[in-house]
């Protein structure tokens, strides 16, 4: 998409722009003295403004990407320099939280301009939310909030949840109808499902990091969905739906927070969208096992947040990205880093039971926590490789790997008995699970069909 301008003139415009803006907030602060996340997010939506008109300024992506480099620089520099961080500190960062989201911007709209490759609707959609969702929930929440939620660090508000699905909603609508030739039905279908599963990314994100999400896993989700027929998207709302409402059902038995709910739900139905229908097996069975387990503990440590269902997921994702990126049927490794997890999550559970038991020996705590995994991985292959005989020799073979990872964990998790549900202990638990699964490229299958 050619432009008039030079390169250089639009970086100018838009590095003027932006100085102009943080100056004119500032003595809005001054003299009004507004709550500081108000300050943020007008300075986010008048940014997000004017990055909408990129794919229009700019033919290339270099410029954008500069852009990126000096505005990063330029807020680093007001929240560490002394001199700056007084005199505009309270524009970017005067907020009572840790966040980087003022940093993830401009590396998003960045990712997402690169991706795009100078279609305008791929771009302008995922910002569009970016820009006007996020802040308006934000503001909705901070102003009418009263229904709150934890999701990890983060507290969220299911007002504030509501008002970004509607601005959503119109975020994606708006440019499908402009710039697009779409009919009234799939914008309508795709608004609607891109809006409600990007909510959720959002209201399981924290540290700022909606702000990276919300674009470009709205580049990604859009892509895919322009390409989907009006039946498919439609089945795709429904199944999102109930699974919502499974999920959120399903909570009152298990020490998830909200945040580590909504995860849930967006692994589920991230795992139905790419794969067939076997392949959300294991994380059936290992939700099932583990609500099982939770309503067995006598002494519950305390909640799981949104960074179990990553350690959790996000091995489980790698096999999908391979099995589509390559074009194999990675299940054996997939199925087998779930099996992992859920031999792990026995342990754990296991451990804090024998304390009220000192006659149970680690050897036989070792063995129950493995066979639940072991059906897991039986049941997910043998639903896999139907009237095919090898799914019993690729379950044999991936027993003693289960046995290792919860033979690993409980030589390595410190406090096993009371285990604790801090980062390190998710950060280990996905990592052995991780080399548990590595020996599935040894058995890769063709994908049918």
Not at 304 to 310: C, N, T
Not at 332 to 357: E, K, N, P, R
Request: hydrophobic content about 55%; charged content about 10%.
């Amino acid at each position: 998409m050619l432009t008039q301008l030079s390169p250089w003139i639009g970086m100018l415009l838009v590095l003027t722009l932006l100085l102009v803006l943080i100056v004119l907030l500032k003595s809005l602060q001054a003299r009004f003295a507004p709550h500081p996340e108000v300050t943020r997010k007008l300075l986010h939506t008048a940014m997000g403004l004017v990055t909408l008109s990129f794919p229009w300024l700019f033919a290339r992506s270099w410029p954008v990407w500069t852009l990126a480099a000096v505005s990063s620089l330029l807020l680093l520099a007001i929240k560490w320099l002394p001199r700056l961080k007084r005199d505009y500190g309270g524009v970017v960062g005067a907020v009572d939280r840790q966040t980087l989201g003022d940093l993830y911007f401009p590396l998003a709209v960045a990712i997402t301009f690169e991706l795009a490759g100078g279609q305008a609707v791929l771009f302008v959609a995922p910002v569009a939310m970016l820009t006007f969702a996020d802040a308006v929930a934000a503001l909705i929440g901070l102003r009418y909030g009263t229904i709150r939620y934890q999701s990890g660090s983060a507290h969220k508000t299911l007002e504030g949840s509501v008002a970004f699905f509607v601005v959503a909603f119109f975020s994606v609508q708006l440019p499908l109808t402009l710039l697009t030739g779409l009919d009234t039905l799939p914008v309508l279908l795709i608004s609607l499902l891109l809006a409600g599963v990007v909510m959720l990314a959002e209201g399981m994100a924290s540290r700022g990091l909606d702000n990276l999400f919300i674009p470009v896993g709205g580049y990604f989700l859009l892509t895919i969905y322009l390409q989907t027929s009006a039946y498919q998207l439609g089945l795709r709302l429904l199944v999102l739906a109930l699974l919502m409402a499974a999920v959120f059902f399903w909570r009152r038995n298990t020490r998830l927070d909200p945040g580590a709910a909504i995860g849930s739900v967006l692994l589920l139905f991230v795992t139905w969208s790419l794969r067939p229908w076997h392949w959300l097996l294991p994380p059936l069975l290992l939700l099932a096992v583990y609500s099982y387990y939770v309503l067995k503990d006598r002494q519950p440590a305390g909640m799981h947040s949104v960074d179990a269902i990553l350690a959790v997921g996000l091995p489980a994702l790698g096999w999908i990205a391979l099995s589509l990126l390559l074009n194999k049927d990675y299940l054996f490794g997939y199925s087998l880093a779930y099996a992992a997890q859920l031999a792990i999550t026995g342990i754990a559970h296991f451990h804090s039971l024998s304390v009220h038991d000192r006659n149970q020996s680690r050897f036989l705590l070792l063995l129950r926590a493995s066979l639940p995994a072991f059906l897991l991985l039986m049941i997910t292959l043998a639903a896999g490789f139907v009237g095919e005989q090898h799914w019993l020799l690729m379950s044999v073979t991936g027993l003693p790997l289960i046995f290792a990872a919860a033979w690993a964990f409980q030589c390595l998790q410190p406090g096993i008995e009371d285990c604790p549900v801090d980062g390190r202990r998710w950060l280990r638990q996905s990592a052995i699970a991780s080399l548990a699964s590595a020996p599935g490229p040894l058995l890769p299958l063709p994908v049918s069909g």
